[in-house]
Nanobody, 122 residues
Framework: QVHLVESGGGLVQPGGSLTLSCSASGTIFSIVAMGWYRQAPGKERELVAT???????NYGDSVKGRFTISRDNGMKTAYLHSNNLKPEDTAVYYC????????????????WGQGTQVTVSS
């Protein structure tokens, strides 16, 4: 079983910055990808950023140039550095981790965190 702990959400003024972190623990043999998604009220969950273990990084169009994802592979932790935040960035941000619990290809997991609220408002 994989457990994710997210932190760093809160209230920030427009134009401000915030860093979210997500730490994974539990039965983890390898991590394929770590990432962030968000869901605003009345909207579908959308991609913010993902980073795979082979170095591939993908950003949602609305955050390109403002958000940066990074990983500390040794600590099984992912960070989302967000700059120039806008009111439309207000949402619950969810961490997602995909990987394998053992060396078996049948042990894949796809885990989600509980979510952390980010509110951008003056």
């Amino acid at each position: 079983q994989v457990h994710l702990v997210e932190s760093g959400g809160g209230l920030v003024q427009p134009g401000g910055s915030l860093t979210l972190s997500c730490s994974a623990s539990g039965t983890i043999f390898s991590i394929v990808a770590m990432g962030w998604y968000r869901q605003a009220p009345g909207k579908e969950r959308e991609l913010v950023a993902t980073a795979t273990s082979d170095g591939s990084i993908n950003y949602g169009d609305s955050v390109k140039g403002r958000f940066t994802i990074s990983r500390d592979n040794g600590m099984k932790t992912a960070y989302l550095h967000s700059n120039n935040l806008k009111p439309e960035d207000t949402a619950v941000y969810y961490c997602n981790v995909r990987g394998y619990g053992t060396s078996s290809s049948h042990s894949s997991f796809d885990s989600w965190g509980q979510g952390t609220q980010v509110t951008v408002s003056s």
